[in-house]
């Protein structure tokens, strides 16, 4: 249990569905981010969120919308998506934004993403 | 631009050995670099931090060395045994820029 839930484990789309991912931390932490990862690659930074304030966006595509409504829960809000967006997606917090300090990150179980 | 190598292959080793991995980077001066565990369909899990001025660092079996000039950190884990296996990813950050880098990990098999 690492403090980072995150619902639903699985989640199979149609390309003109729309879904959301739900992530909730438990460790009082100030900063959550969102992390796509896919087979063979290095975990990709998507959105990283400060006390409800996005401090960065990756040049993610706008199909993937983030949603940050307090300091403890984190939304992904997923439409017209492509197979290719077929990947784990890890919320993860810790305890201040950057990565100056040497955060420790805390990752969430996952939600399996699956665009059919 | 900023990489971060780990063996991509996957490291099988022998009940009570000493596992040993890599992580090696180029176009970065990291400040820390940390060591997190992976199992299947599974978030990574923090590990060990080591900070550039640090040559090494211990936490029960595991062992971290960093080294600035080889730009080398090697991960130890002695004793090993079956429930070590897993994926251990490196990351590295601090270096100029505020984010947190990962490499795409090792996977490591530990056999009886």
């Known amino acids: 249990e690492t403090g980072v839930t995150q619902t639903p484990r699985h989640l199979v789309m149609g390309m003109t569905n729309k879904k959301s991912l739900k992530c909730e931390q438990h460790l009082g932490h100030n900063a959550m981010y969102w992390y796509k990862q896919s087979a063979k690659k290095p975990l990709e930074l998507m959105f990283v969120y400060s006390l409800e304030e996005r401090v960065e966006n990756n040049s993610v595509p706008s199909r993937f919308s983030p949603e940050c409504p307090n300091s403890s829960h984190l939304f992904l809000h997923l439409h017209t998506l492509q197979p290719e967006d077929s990947a784990l997606y890890l919320c993860?917090?810790?305890?201040?934004?950057?990565?100056?300090?040497?955060?420790?990150?805390?990752f969430g179980e996952g939600s399996w993403l699956t665009v059919v | 631009s900023q990489k971060i190598e780990q063996n991509s292959e996957a490291l099988n080793i022998q009940e009570g050995k000493t596992a040993t991995l890599t992580c090696n980077y180029t176009n970065y001066s990291p400040a820390y670099l940390q060591w997190y565990r992976q199992d299947p369909g599974r978030g990574p899990v923090f590990l060990l931090l080591?900070?550039?001025?640090?040559k090494e660092k211990r936490k029960e079996r595991l062992k971290v060395t960093f080294d600035t000039t080889l730009k080398q950190s090697l991960f130890h884990i002695t004793a090993s045994q079956p429930a070590d296996s897993a994926t251990y990813l490196c990351?590295?950050?601090?270096?100029?820029?505020?984010?947190?880098?990962f490499g795409t990990g090792t996977q490591l098999k530990v056999e009886l």
């Open positions: 080591i900070r550039e001025n640090e």
């Open positions: 993860a917090s810790s305890q201040t934004p950057g990565a100056w300090s040497g955060n420790t990150i805390y």
């Open positions: 990351a590295l950050g601090g270096g100029g820029g505020n984010k947190l880098t």
